[in-house]
């Protein structure tokens, strides 16, 4: 009986698909387009969230510039007193030799000239890594009491901004994302409703000798799941050619440029796929119902 019924629902539902090809492929490529677009506000959002992140653990340092006239075992203590301070993760010393032996190689040839300064003109610092950035105002304030301290420096506006400007493009992605599914739904929705009309008498003749209501919709809920999922696969085939095309054009000269790289795209191949899919099929099953019940009533 089982069997029987999956025959039929699979045999109707090819059925629709065939006797209403037009509105089928319409319906896949828009899918398709959809999901394409979709595609690209993921990889944006998480682009940005890894440049973000990486930009952010560059910055996310505060450096404790210490008074060129304190005694070695004073710069100790402090080290001791900023590593006690709730919300530091990590206390690094670099002198002031470490530091300009540093810039003399990131100079690189011209660091020759650098080598006939009679005082070196650089502090002794600490660099301070954090827990997190929300421990930065209060870690700052009370280092900055302290005896002994130049100078504290933390880069709080650019962190600040990467943040905002990553959450900015997460909430935005995200309500792009959600217009763009309930457009997919519409789209399959109206796919079931032509094909729903034009086999609403054998319908009705259905319902009247007693078919029960699973059995007059599974062809079309089938139906919509075959167009979903479809148009799910032509966009992850699209997505991430394009993306990987794009990545090995770009990744080279940005990292050049700006230091860091597109997420390559077979790291995300395996989850788009998952995730192009399910959507692909929820929306076909979403879209079949909402089309019967409001045009069947069934």
Do not use: C
Request: net charge negative.
């Amino acid at each position: 009986m089982t069997s029987r019924i999956f025959k039929h629902t699979f045999k109707q539902g090819i059925q629709g698909i065939m006797r209403n090809r037009t509105m089928s492929l319409a319906s896949i490529g828009s899918v398709a387009s959809v999901l394409v677009i979709l595609g690209l506000v993921l990889m944006v959002i998480l682009n940005v969230n890894a440049i973000s992140m990486s930009t952010k653990e560059t910055f996310d340092e505060i450096f404790v510039y210490l008074d060129d006239h304190i005694s070695n075992q004073r710069i100790r203590q402090i080290g001791e007193e900023i590593s006690s301070i709730e919300g530091t993760l990590a206390v690094v010393y670099q002198s002031k030799e470490y530091a300009l032996n540093q810039m003399k190689e990131e100079w690189g040839e011209d660091g020759r000239l650098l080598e006939g300064l009679v005082n070196n003109p650089l502090p002794n610092t600490y660099v301070v890594q954090l827990v997190d950035v929300s421990y930065a105002s209060r870690v700052i304030s009370l280092i900055e009491q302290k005896d002994g301290i130049e100078e504290v420096k933390y880069y709080k506006d650019i962190v600040e901004r990467l943040i905002a400007t990553a959450d900015f493009i997460q909430y935005f992605g995200m309500v792009v994302i959600l217009i763009l599914l309930l457009v997919s739904i519409f789209i399959i929705q109206n796919t079931i409703k032509i094909t729903v009309a034009s086999r609403k008498i054998e319908i009705e003749l259905m319902q009247y000798i007693g078919a029960s209501n699973g059995f007059v919709r599974g062809p079309f809920i089938f139906e919509g799941i075959v167009l979903g999922l479809l148009g799910s696969l032509l966009a992850i085939v699209i997505v991430l050619n394009g993306y990987d095309y794009l990545v090995s054009f770009t990744n080279e000269k940005m990292f050049a440029m700006l230091s860091f790289y597109l997420i390559p795209a077979q790291n995300i191949a395996f989850d788009f796929l998952i995730i192009f899919m399910t959507i692909g099929v929820g929306i076909g099953i979403l879209g079949s119902i909402v089309s019967l019940k409001k045009f069947l009533n069934v």
